[in-house]
T-cell receptor, first 114, second 114 residues
Framework: AQSVTQPDIHITVSEGASLELRCNYS??????LFWYVQSPGQGLQLLLK??????LVQGIKGFEAEFKRSQSSFNLRKPSVHWSDAAEYFC????????????FGTGTRLKVLA | DAGVIQSPRHEVTEMGQEVTLRCKPI?????LFWYRQTMMRGLELLIY????????DSGMPEDRFSAKMPNASFSTLKIQPSEPRDSAVYFC????????????FGEGSWLTVV
């Protein structure tokens, strides 16, 4: 079955440390890929997206993600985490690359220690 | 630019009552989506519209749920009668072709049915 997996439900990092959030998908073709962030009580904000081309994409707030076709992964990274990055992060896939029927992962909740 | 606007932000209602959630998409966006977020099921696509026409309502849980989009700037999601298991955050989102199939979310309507 088509799916998006975020294996880490919770992650805790210290402020200033690096961060990597994992996302794997199970689709035959390369889908459109997205990362969203949801702060408490807020909606989802787009961090970055990948459609084609350069496999390393830059997003807002200092985030980047790398698409690895061989691993069916689209991991989100940030070199130095700020306390304000504490939130829930969702990976999403548009498997048919144009239908808008996103499949969301279950989310990873990030806690940042001062 | 104004984002997706949802109302009410919070609603507490008694079981059996009718609930109407409202959404104003981003101007110029042709697609409108209704999502539901719960702890148990995560983010679920309920229905989406293209140019005010419902395209896929396969995610609507049951006949108690209905959605309309009478014009390009307004949509409603109605639950009648409401049940406690409908308690969730309901997100409206909109998107536009050729913007990379990106979906932009509102801040959500937090529904509690008691």
């Amino acid at each position: 079955a088509q799916s998006v997996t975020q294996p880490d439900i919770h992650i805790t990092v210290s402020e200033g440390a690096s961060l990597e959030l994992r996302c794997n998908y199970s689709y035959g073709a390369t889908p459109y890929l997205f990362w969203y962030v949801q702060s408490p009580g807020q909606g989802l904000q787009l961090l970055l997206k990948y459609f084609s081309g350069d496999t390393l994409v830059q997003g807002i707030k200092g985030f980047e993600a790398e698409f690895k076709r061989s691993q069916s992964s689209f991991n989100l990274r940030k070199p130095s985490v700020h306390w304000s990055d504490a939130a829930e992060y969702f990976c999403a896939v548009d498997p048919t690359s144009g239908t808008y029927k996103y499949i969301f992962g279950t989310g990873t909740r990030l806690k940042v220690l001062a | 630019d104004a984002g997706v606007i949802q109302s009410p932000r919070h609603e507490v209602t008694e079981m059996g009552q009718e609930v109407t959630l409202r959404c104003k998409p981003i101007s110029g966006h042709d697609y409108l989506f209704w999502y539901r977020q719960t702890m148990m099921r995560g983010l679920e696509l309920l229905i989406y519209f293209n140019n005010n026409v419902p395209i896929d309502d396969s995610g609507m849980p049951e006949d108690r749920f209905s959605a309309k989009m009478p014009n390009a700037s307004f949509s409603t999601l109605k639950i009648q009668p409401s049940e406690p298991r409908d308690s969730a955050v309901y997100f409206c989102a909109s998107g536009q072709p050729y913007s990379g199939n990106t979906i932009y979310f509102g801040e959500g309507s937090w529904l509690t049915v008691v």
